[in-house]
């Protein structure tokens, strides 16, 4: 065997060893960051209901999951006795890495009327109506001519000031439409559109 031919099969055997190096490398990192493996939105579902006792028979979660920090992580939110609840969870073993809830209130001012008196106004806490995502959807589609179901990109459930408020994004022809749909009332609070190219 020639020194060139040893030369190469040194250099091969390098490059084998870096490529299988990169190889699992790569392998622990999705392991690690949820990206393989891991609980299922189900699973994740059941997480959350666990941590609002009377709220596992619901079932109106919304589940996401989405790659943040690294990690991938389903964010769920629902509501329960005029509470919006949303949590973070980890994807790989379930942990939860964040959690958050608000007061949905009927009138945004009966919010800062309850943190100046210390409790609520008698009488003024009246249980909030619901519309549902799915028909948020729909009110969004209706305002974009030609737009269907699958051009939904994005449709998730917000608290802004004491209310819940659907956030829904439609992509079609070449546009973004952004709506922010009152999710009691069905109303729609704020809408703005733009090219996909700026």
Not at 64 to 79: A, G
Request: charged residues 25%; negative net charge.
């Amino acid at each position: 065997m020639s020194s060139e031919e040893k030369k190469n099969g040194k250099k091969g055997k390098m490059i084998a060893i870096v490529v299988v190096a990169v190889a699992v490398i790569l392998a622990a990192f999705c392991w690690f960051s949820g990206l393989i493996g891991g609980i299922g939105e189900a699973e994740a579902k059941e997480i959350a209901y666990s941590q609002v006792p009377g709220s596992a028979q619901l079932d109106n979660a919304i589940a996401v999951k989405e790659f943040d920090d690294f990690r991938m992580v389903y964010e769920i939110q629902f509501t329960h006795e005029n509470i919006f609840y949303e949590f973070q969870i980890f994807a790989r073993n379930g942990r939860i890495l964040d959690q958050d809830m608000d007061s949905i209130m009927a009138n945004p001012q009966e919010s800062t009327d309850q943190n100046q008196a210390g409790t609520a106004p008698q009488g003024t806490q009246e249980a909030q109506s619901d519309i549902g995502i799915e028909a948020a959807k729909e009110i969004a589609l209706s305002q974009v001519s030609g737009a269907a179901a699958g051009d939904v990109a994005k449709a998730k459930a917000d608290s802004e000031h004491g209310t819940l408020v659907y956030e829904i994004e439609i992509r079609y022809d070449g546009q973004e439409y952004d709506f922010d749909i009152d999710a009691a009332t069905g109303n729609i609070i704020n809408r703005s559109q733009e090219s996909v190219f700026h």
